[in-house]
């Protein structure tokens, strides 16, 4: 049975400009979140905030205003995605264990967007957020996510036509639902209840 994720609401950002979107995600996101689906603590920094509003994330993203309006929402998407790939560092780096790949998704003026975290997942320092990607339901990625699935929300309704393991990482797709299951709902639930009391990290590398 696929493991499944449930969108999470992300109002239109009032971001004035990147700079200011840089310096709201410093003050207020950089921190470690406790992963749902594994249990284990993801640390985000300064380093991967900088990464996601550099001008090459925002140009590989699937909208300017999607791609700041889900910036807020790095730490519930952090919370609520689901591991779905675990591989080795093509740079080889002793100190790194693994990549891990997350997949969650936002809802943002009615139409569902897969996020795509990637994850290194160091021996000594932990697991360390290193990017996170707002992508297009028509992209090859997010079409092999949701493979078989369907899915109607307000203005978008989706009916996957590939077959299952058509394209690439199709061997890791997810459910996107309203309807979690009792598990997920508990889960997600765990994780709100602990927004309150989520401390800042004091490492920025």
Request: glycine fraction near 6%.
């Amino acid at each position: 049975m696929l493991e499944g994720t449930t969108p999470i609401d992300a109002p239109k950002h009032s971001f004035k400009n990147f700079d200011e979107a840089r310096r709201w995600a410093r003050e207020n996101i950089v921190g470690t979140y406790k992963n749902g689906n594994t249990g284990e603590d993801i640390y985000i920094s300064r380093k991967a905030i900088d990464k996601y509003l550099s001008r090459k994330a925002v140009e590989k993203s699937v909208d300017r205003d999607v791609h700041l309006s889900a910036l807020k929402q790095m730490p519930k998407l952090t919370e609520t995605s689901v591991l779905k790939e675990q591989k080795s560092d093509e740079e080889n780096n002793s100190s790194i264990k693994e990549i891990q790949r997350f997949y969650g998704a936002i809802r943002y003026e009615g139409k569902i967007y897969p996020v795509k975290i990637t994850v290194k997942a160091y021996y000594r320092e932990g697991n360390k957020a290193y990017s996170y990607e707002v992508m297009k339901i028509e992209s090859p990625t997010a079409r092999s996510a949701l493979s078989g699935q369907s899915y109607s929300d307000g203005n978008l309704s989706y009916q996957s036509s590939l077959p299952y393991g058509s394209e690439p990482m199709a061997d890791f797709p997810i459910t996107i639902s309203d309807d979690p299951s009792p598990k997920s709902r508990q889960s997600v639930a765990e994780n709100r209840s602990s927004e309150v009391s989520i401390g800042k990290g004091t490492n920025n590398s």
